[in-house]
């Protein structure tokens, strides 16, 4: 499965913006697919996952803040992200993995990256 992450941008804090993750060559059905965050200078760091079987998780500073979902039918995970602060600026990557639910937030257990793309929030 191959994975590609699109929907980044320049945008203003407070604003909106949709992240799309598309698998070709497999489905999402059997993996938990996860996003993380990458700001200059600092590691990757989870942000939202949509498991297998319908259950999502979110690191604690964007709950309330971003949802993510799954459409299926296009092969797609999406991240809804709504009033946008500059620390929420990185790049962002999807994933996946089939490890435990205990062990989802962990980059360690996450293959087939996409290419990221790049969120910036000005202030």
């Known amino acids: 499965v191959q994975l590609q992450a699109f929907g980044g941008g320049l945008v203003q804090a407070g604003d909106s913006l949709t992240l799309s993750c598309k698998a070709s060559g497999g489905l999402f059905r059997s993996y938990t697919v996860g996003w993380f965050r990458q700001a200059p200078g600092n590691e990757r760091q989870f942000v939202a996952c949509?498991?297998?079987?319908?259950?999502?998780k979110y690191t604690d500073p964007v709950k309330g803040r971003f949802t993510i979902s799954r459409d299926s039918a296009r092969n797609t995970v999406y991240l809804q992200m709504n009033s946008l602060k500059p620390e929420d600026s990185g790049v962002y990557y999807c994933?996946?993995?089939?490890?435990?639910?205990?062990?989802?937030?962990?980059?360690?257990?996450?293959?087939?990256w996409g290419q990221g793309t790049l969120v910036t929030v000005s202030s």
């Open positions: 994933a996946l993995t089939t490890v435990v639910w205990s062990g989802v937030t962990e980059e360690k257990h996450y293959r087939s």
């Open positions: 949509f498991g297998w079987s319908g259950n999502t």
